[in-house]
């Protein structure tokens, strides 16, 4: 083994070394942890329409007793989650509207944040079946 290659790996090895230790000190210290938030939203006011302003959430549609909305979150955070920054719901005019305010560009500093996020709406039977009727 040449000289130059001796010096390759200790380079690349004390690299790694390094890598995994600043990974452990940011994950040990809880800078960087991986946060779970949901919350159940009750609709009292009554609506004939749904708009959803989305860009990566997940929408399912379920029958239930009770008009409510269920979101739910996972991200990469420093602080847990606020539901209420992320997702708005508001029924104006007769149309039930959730708006999703994606989390901003801070994992890690320069990546766009990785999350999930799911929204799970619950109708009236009558109305949920009306719904699979006209579904494509």
Do not use: H
């Not at 000289?3 to 690349?12: G, I």
């Not at 452990?24 to 919350?39: M, T, Y």
């Not at 305010?101 to 009558?126: A, R």
């Amino acid at each position: 083994m040449t000289k130059r290659m001796k010096v390759l790996l200790l380079v690349l090895g004390v690299g790694l070394c390094g890598l995994i230790i600043t990974s452990a000190i940011i994950i040990g210290s809880g800078q960087l942890a991986s946060r779970e938030e949901s919350r159940s939203y009750a609709v009292s006011e009554s609506f004939d329409d749904v708009r959803i302003q989305k860009s990566a959430a997940t929408v399912t549609f379920a029958a239930a007793d009770d008009v409510r909305i269920d979101v739910y979150a996972k991200a990469w955070l420093d602080k847990p989650i606020d539901l209420d920054q992320l997702v708005a719901i508001q029924v104006l005019n007769g149309v039930l509207q959730i708006t999703e305010t994606p989390f901003p560009d801070v994992f890690l500093g320069i990546f766009p944040q990785p999350y999930e996020l799911s929204i799970t709406i619950y109708v009236p039977q009558t109305v949920y079946d009306e719904m699979e009727e006209y579904a494509p």
